[in-house]
C-alpha cells in the first residue's frame, strides 16, 4: 500500500503521462449545459469514461437522462458499445446524480504496466462519447419542451 503521498504523486505522474500522450482538449465540463459533464475516471481496480447529470432538480437532470436514454441505440450501435445507463446513482458524497459510463476492469493507475491500456481506453471512448455529443447536443440541450 502507498502513503496518501505516494498515491498522490503516483495519480499526478499517470495524468501527466496522459496528456502527454493525447496532448489535446477535451470537452469534460463545456458542454454548455450546466452540471452536465463528461469525465475520466480511474482508481486502483478500474478506469471509467462517464456522463455525469447532475442538476439539483430532479426533474431536469430526468429530463436530461431520457433524452440520452432516447439515443441509447444509436450511442450504443454507432458510438460506444456496453454503456451502464443509472438513472440514480449515489455518490459517495450522498449526492444523488444520473450517470451514464463504459468501464475497464483489471487495470489501475499504481500499476504503470496498465497505463497505456488506461490511456487507450480512454481516449477511445471519449472521443466516441464527444462525437456523439457534438452530433447530439442540439436535441440533448433542447429539455423545456
Same mark, same amino acid.
Given at each position: 500500500?502507498?502513503?496518501?503521498?505516494?498515491?498522490? +504523486?503516483?495519480?499526478?505522474?499517470?495524468? %501527466?503521462?496522459? $496528456?502527454?500522450?493525447?496532448?489535446?482538449?477535451?470537452?469534460?465540463?463545456?458542454?454548455?449545459?450546466?452540471?452536465?459533464?463528461?469525465?475520466?475516471?480511474?482508481?486502483?481496480?478500474?478506469?471509467?469514461?462517464?456522463?455525469? #447529470?447532475?442538476? +439539483?432538480?430532479?426533474?431536469?437532470?430526468?429530463?436530461?437522462?431520457?433524452?440520452? *436514454? $432516447?439515443?441509447?441505440? #444509436?450511442?450504443?450501435?454507432?458510438?460506444?458499445?456496453?454503456?451502464?445507463? *443509472?438513472?440514480?446513482?449515489?455518490?459517495?458524497? /450522498?449526492?444523488?446524480?444520473?450517470? #451514464?459510463? %463504459? *468501464?475497464?476492469? /483489471?487495470?489501475?493507475?499504481?500499476?504503470?504496466? =496498465?497505463?497505456? =491500456?488506461?490511456?487507450?481506453?480512454?481516449?477511445?471512448?471519449?472521443? $466516441?462519447?464527444?462525437?456523439?455529443?457534438?452530433?447530439?447536443?442540439?436535441?440533448?440541450?433542447?429539455?423545456?419542451?
Amino acid at each position: 500500500m502507498y502513503s496518501r503521498e505516494e498515491s498522490q +504523486r503516483i495519480k499526478r505522474e499517470f495524468w %501527466v503521462a496522459f $496528456a502527454e500522450k493525447y496532448p489535446r482538449k477535451w470537452v469534460l465540463y463545456d458542454t454548455k449545459i450546466k452540471d452536465f459533464s463528461f469525465k475520466f475516471y480511474v482508481d486502483n481496480k478500474k478506469a471509467q469514461v462517464l456522463i455525469d #447529470i447532475e442538476q +439539483r432538480s430532479d426533474e431536469k437532470r430526468y429530463a436530461y437522462f431520457e433524452k440520452l *436514454e $432516447a439515443l441509447k441505440n #444509436i450511442l450504443e450501435e454507432e458510438f460506444i458499445k456496453d454503456l451502464v445507463f *443509472e438513472k440514480n446513482y449515489t455518490l459517495e458524497s /450522498g449526492k444523488n446524480i444520473s450517470r #451514464i459510463w %463504459v *468501464e475497464k476492469s /483489471g487495470v489501475g493507475f499504481s500499476n504503470r504496466n =496498465t497505463w497505456d =491500456t488506461i490511456f487507450d481506453f480512454f481516449n477511445e471512448n471519449m472521443h $466516441a462519447l464527444e462525437m456523439f455529443y457534438l452530433e447530439y447536443d442540439e436535441f440533448i440541450k433542447d429539455v423545456e419542451n
